[in-house]
């Protein structure tokens, strides 16, 4: 039940421009969450599509922040875990859908098991087919393979064989490097012990990093395949395509300096440029491609481009 003074879970949503699917989620959290005490924190990236207005006149007890501006997936997820009042925190995606009992079994399983600092349950697509979720740490290839994944290279079929290929998922819990944003629930002593998100990563990577920091710093992270919630994907990121080109690139750079050095880092810069040049090359000839998105993708392909030649210290803006 809703308890906003002296809750057990702390669920955070960001929101951005996605009115709809944010209803549809929060009126799944109130239909199976009935005997947890929990809270909800809504933060609002500055939607346009009335998004603060619904959830102030469906849910007037959920706590709303409305931010004036985008500040990025990390600060907003950020400015929410600044405000949880429970043991527990739940980074929730606002185009899920949670089936029955799936909060509770998670809760219960972080009680039982002091040593897991953050866990990540089993997520579906809306055809009931397994969206990837769970994560071996990358390698250099595999950075050098994602970024050559789009529809312009290869077919999502290809990119979701290359992906299962990182886990064959069970149906037990077990260890894993790393756990999708889209739901993911961390232990309120594990945000003590690590620090919060790193804000630097505007959107993309800022839950692989925050896993492998809980990881170094001796939690396990775990895969939890006995809850299970509905996941649509990509529904705000598809409304801004400008800002999803480039924040890949953006994490993509920042990722390597910080955990691989600069040299990593200057690779995949060489790599990327020949990579965006090629990408930049394949929309100019494409006859049927919407001229929007064409648009679109140019310019977050040009913007990308600028991110390599920046000498100085990688700056989110």
Known sequence: MLNTSNPTLSIIIVNYNTKDLLVQCLSSI???LVDLDFQIIVIDNYSQDESVKEVEIRYPKVKLFANTTNKGFAKANNQGLREMGGEFALLLNPD???REEAIDK?????KENDDVGILGPKIINPDGSLQASAFSYPTLIDDIILGFHSNLFFTGKFISHYHSRLYHL???PFRVDWVSGACLMIRKKTIEDIGLLDERFFLFAE???WCLRAKNGGWKVIYFPRACIVHYGGQSTKKNLQIKIWSFYFKRFYFAKKYRGRFSMGF?????FFELLAKI??????RRMDHHEKKNRLLGYKKSIKLIFQKSDLVCK
Do not use: G, Q
């Open 268 to 272: 995949l810069k060489f790599v990327s």
């Open 170 to 172: 069970p149906d037990h």
């Open 96 to 98: 899920t859908i949670v």
């Open 30 to 32: 109130f239909k199976h």
């Open 207 to 209: 839950d692989l990093d």
């Open 281 to 286: 090359f394949i929309v100019k000839m494409k």
């Open 106 to 110: 998670m809760v219960e399983f972080m």
